[in-house]
């Protein structure tokens, strides 16, 4: 691409043939060139095709940043050298936990993952903040431009990608609204695996649209095979009230995996942490450690490195250490809660076993006897026949 200043310099002559060749007047060239006025959508065609250039690239030689362009530069970085993938500077990190299995800095995690080899982490799972002005005891501004937003969700992301090793795989959390968004980057590098609804309610009805119920958790993984694919079955769905069936399964139930049922891609299980008992952090989102157990055992083994870029109450960790994972963890906030939430780590190991007690199986124990109370079936009715 040439310099702007080359560019709009022409002589009348110059002008003249441009006028001829294009069909434009020379005073609306002039008024382009010289005062730098954006040409309307049909003159920049004419414009393009004459100058080989793109729209985008027209554009920008106008100096507009939309959308448009915006997109244009974020999908072709390279015409930026400064924005070139891997220039970060490599800074001395500010390391505040330490266990046998993890690392915890207070950073952020562009300056962590810059000192991070390529392909070397075996899952990562992101939650980063939504860009709907929360308060985080970081100060950071969580009111970003939507441009600047998603310019900074590529950044992050580029990098996860990066250090995913082939076979990994990545979760992500966010609005769906976000999550639209980063998917298009992220198909760029990974395999699409799947977009996991997550039913939990999340903010009032909002006008003109549906009640938002759902976050999205995307799952990719770096190419098409994953390393570990090993997702917990879950107990048959039961009416809560009278425990009888809610669907019918015909004469199915005795061929029914005693196991529990396929986990599907809408999550309906996953508890808010509202409850004082299980909340960790006063004032912002903190996700259930169930989730992060269903992630963590469905995509990583023991021994497994797992990576968060953005801790919060330190969910993810406390998951991955008490399943035996290594993990690598940062917030660029202070690291307190995290701190505390480890000399708890059997606190959190009991509230984990209790989740996990009712996964793998048909019925859980309650409402195993619940249903025999009532004559309800259960796997036994069909033993020996
Ligand atoms: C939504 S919270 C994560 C909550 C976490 N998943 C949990 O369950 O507790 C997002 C966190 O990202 C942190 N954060 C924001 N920008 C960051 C950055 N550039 N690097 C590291 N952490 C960042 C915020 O301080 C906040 O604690």
């Excluded at 795989?169 to 980057?185: H, T």
């Excluded at 269903?294 to 399943?323: H, N, Q």
Aim: net charge positive; hydrophobic share 35%; charged share 30%.
């Amino acid at each position: 691409m040439t310099s702007s200043s080359d560019f709009f310099s022409k002589t009348p002559l110059e002008l003249k043939n441009l006028s001829e060749n294009l069909g434009i007047s020379p005073e609306t060239l002039k008024s382009y060139f010289k005062d730098r006025k954006l040409p309307s959508d049909v003159h920049l065609q004419k414009l393009s095709e004459h100058f080989h250039y793109n729209k985008e690239q027209l554009k920008i030689l106008w100096g507009v940043v939309d959308r448009e362009t915006l997109e244009y530069l974020q999908k072709n970085l390279d015409v930026i050298p400064a924005l070139k993938p891997g220039k970060r500077r490599i800074k001395k990190l500010n390391q505040t936990m330490n266990t046998d299995l993890g690392t915890l800095y207070r950073n952020d995690c562009l300056d962590v993952m810059a000192g991070m080899e390529d392909e070397t982490v075996d899952l990562i799972f992101a939650d980063p903040p939504f860009n709907l002005n929360k308060k985080y005891p970081s100060g950071m501004n969580d009111l970003l431009k939507e441009e600047e937003y998603i310019l900074w969700m590529n950044r992050w992301v580029d990098e996860l990608c990066r250090l995913l090793k082939p076979g990994g795989a990545l979760f992500l959390w966010n609005l769906p609204r976000w999550n639209i968004e980063i998917s298009k980057r992220l198909n760029k590098s990974l395999y699409f695996k799947n977009w996991i609804a997550v039913d939990l309610k999340y903010s009032l009805p909002i006008r003109g649209r549906l009640y938002p119920s759902h976050y999205s958790l995307l799952y990719f993984t770096k190419g098409k095979k994953a390393n570990t694919f090993n997702p917990d079955r879950i107990p048959m769905q039961i009416c809560p009230k009278c425990y009888g069936d809610l669907k019918d399964y015909g004469g199915y139930k005795s061929k029914m995996n005693k196991k529990g049922v396929n986990i599907t891609d809408i999550w309906t299980d996953i508890p808010p942490v509202r409850h004082a008992k299980y909340k960790r952090r006063k004032n912002s989102n903190e996700l259930s450690i169930k989730l992060l157990d269903r992630v963590i055992e469905m995509a990583s083994k023991p021994g497994d490195l797992v990576f968060d870029p953005f801790g919060g109450s330190g969910s993810t960790y406390i998951v991955a250490e008490l399943k035996d994972r290594r993990w690598i963890g940062t917030d660029i906030g202070p690291s307190d809660e995290i701190i505390a939430r480890f000399k708890i780590l059997d606190t959190e190991r009991q509230i984990l076993e209790d989740y996990r007690k009712d996964m793998n199986c048909l019925f859980t124990e309650q409402s195993l006897t619940q249903r025999k109370k009532r004559k309800l079936w259960t796997n036994e009715s069909f033993e020996g026949s």
